[in-house]
Structures are given as structure tokens and as C-alpha cells.
């Protein structure tokens, strides 16, 4: 009975970690700045200096959250005011200066949405 209950814990864990693979891109706008743009890896969370992606000395962590397919991000740089935010696939969101906008990965076999492609005239 415990062995049963190990692995529907370990198949839970391992479901989790695959719900909160993060995908897609990020794009990172500040005022007067040229954007930022993040390609989101096929992994659960992702660190990275933030003097690449918005100009400023400090670290953005982006993790993504089990079984919503939502993310939240964390901006940390020194002399500023700190920030998180949690943002869903498509979303945009104002963390800590930054506008953060998330481009959705579209899977090759998700029809588009909105599109007819039966009515399409070729």
C-alpha cells in the first residue's frame, strides 16, 4: 500500500513539473529602451541577468506554475523597487518598470483559432 502511494506521489510530482514547462517567448519593454526578447525554454523555470534583457544590473526568474499553464516572474535589481507578477500564456502584465508581454507557442497541431480553414478560398 505504501509502495501505491509513492508512485501516485512521484506520478503527481513528475505531472506537475510537465504542466509548468514554460514555452513561448517573452518580450521585455521598458520606457526609452529597446525591447527585450526571451525565448522561454522547455523547462520549468529559467534565471536570467536582467543588464541583457531591460539594460539594468540584476536577475528576472521566470517559473512556471503546475497545472494553470500560468508563469510568474520575479524582477530583482538593486536601486529599484522589486517586483513579481504572475502572467498567463498570451498575457501582458506591469512587474517592477517592465512591461512583460508573453507570446504563446502555438503547437503545430493546434488549428488556428478563428480561421475557417474550410471556407478558406485558395
Known amino acids: 500500500m505504501v509502495v501505491v502511494l509513492i508512485l501516485l506521489l512521484l506520478l503527481a510530482l513528475c505531472l506537475g513539473v510537465i504542466r509548468a514547462v514554460l514555452r513561448g517567448t ?25 543588464i541583457d534583457h531591460i539594460g539594468v544590473p540584476g536577475r528576472i526568474f521566470i517559473a512556471g506554475i503546475p497545472f ?5 516572474i520575479w524582477i530583482r535589481c538593486p536601486g529599484r523597487p522589486s517586483g513579481d507578477g ?3 500564456q498570451g498575457g501582458r502584465r506591469y512587474i517592477s518598470g517592465v512591461w512583460v508581454t508573453h507570446d504563446a507557442a502555438v503547437a503545430e497541431d493546434d488549428p488556428l483559432r ?6 478558406a478560398e485558395l
Open 68 to 72: 494553470t499553464r500560468r508563469m510568474h
Open 114 to 119: 478563428g480561421i475557417d480553414l474550410g471556407a
Open 26 to 50: 517573452l518580450t521585455l519593454d521598458r520606457v526609452g529602451e529597446p525591447s527585450g526578447k526571451v525565448l522561454l525554454p522547455a523547462a520549468p523555470w529559467k534565471l536570467l541577468p536582467a
Open 86 to 88: 504572475t502572467l498567463r
